[in-house]
């Protein structure tokens, strides 16, 4: 990592750094001062990098450590478990899963020559918007399961439907094996033969999608406003918890339903610093960008030319009204 001088820190705006102390004031350009209140800056992949590295030789380290682990995640830097450890932050187990769903077509192959056919197909695709979700749209980063992985994918399974009478196989018993490329998430499931009749379906093509579940770690996702104009939340790190091959993506009923939410509604809440029953409320009439339509989020690009024409438009009306009050230089009339 090329080491920044002191000038180009700071210059960074206050969101580029994992944690600032209280007791500052905003100057004329919207940054903390003084500076030296701002810690671990988080800008780029290689200073995420070593906040990660620092965090715990710091008495500012805990409280940095939501920040630091969240730019971590978006930027793919593989976390450990010690990290976690150290700030204390997991995924809730007690969170109701959310699930998404994928139409990428699912295959029978067979392990070797006389070996047993297998289910295999894609659980999830990485960097596709998905439909509307209910108020938002969401796309799933390629780091979103380096941290399972990482972990060994720890209990997980494969169900259809995702109903638990309908077992296919399990990473701890071998009988399912998970792995990430460019596209997505890859399984490969070996059902039991009391379970024939799923790979049927599947053979026939009447069982043809895939879906996963999932819980989000704190600070594993964004959000921001994607490219159509609409609140895009970003999966940047999950817990993985299932994958299935599904004929019926949908929650059992509409209570299963709300409590897949609630994940996506804290998070929300969180960046936008809004309570969850008014975000939930907006997300229910499709008011959600209203949290997105403010001045400080309209980005750096689109600000500086806001700036130029404001210029320009000032420049223009100074000079009309130069000419207005001043003399004919021919004939000294007005």
Request: charge should be neutral.
């Amino acid at each position: 990592m090329a080491p920044m001088s002191s000038a180009t820190i700071n210059d960074l705006p206050d969101s580029a750094f994992a944690y600032i102390e209280p007791g500052g004031v905003k100057d004329a350009t919207g940054k903390t001062a003084p500076r030296s209140k701002r810690h671990f800056p988080v800008n780029d992949e290689a200073h995420a990098r070593n906040a990660l590295s620092r965090a715990s030789q710091s008495p500012f380290g805990k409280m940095a450590m939501p920040a630091i682990l969240r730019a971590c995640r978006k930027f793919g830097v593989k976390i450990s478990g010690q990290d976690r450890a150290f700030a204390g932050l997991d995924a809730d187990s007690d969170a109701f899963p959310e699930r998404r769903f994928t139409k990428f077509p699912l295959e029978l192959r067979t392990a070797g020559q006389n070996g047993p056919h297998r289910i295999w197909g894609y659980a999830a695709c990485f960097d596709r918007l998905s439909k509307r979700l209910g108020g938002f749209v969401e796309q799933v980063n390629r780091s979103a399961f380096n941290e399972s992985k990482l972990d060994g994918w720890p209990d997980v399974v494969c169900r259809y439907n995702h109903k638990d009478d309908y077992l296919l196989g399990t990473t701890y018993a071998r009988t399912l094996e998970l792995s990430i490329d460019p596209t997505g998430l890859m399984y490969d499931v070996e059902p039991p033969q009391s379970r024939q009749d799923i790979m049927e379906y599947v053979q026939r093509g009447d069982i043809r999608h895939s879906s996963f579940a999932f819980r989000v770690y704190p600070g594993g996702d964004e959000w921001g406003v994607s490219e159509h104009n609409y609140p895009l939340r970003t999966l940047n790190s999950v817990q993985l918890i299932d994958v299935a091959p599904v004929i019926d993506p949908a929650y059992p009923d509409a209570t299963a339903g709300a409590r897949a939410m609630d994940g996506a509604i804290r998070s929300l809440s969180q960046w936008v610093q809004a309570e969850p029953d008014e975000v939930r409320s907006r997300l229910e009439e499709d008011r959600i960008m209203e949290f997105f339509r403010r001045t400080d989020n309209i980005g750096p690009a689109r600000q500086a030319q806001k700036v130029e024409k404001k210029k320009t438009l000032t420049g223009a009306l100074a000079l009309l009204d130069l000419l207005d009050n001043s003399q004919d230089p021919f004939t000294g009339d007005g």
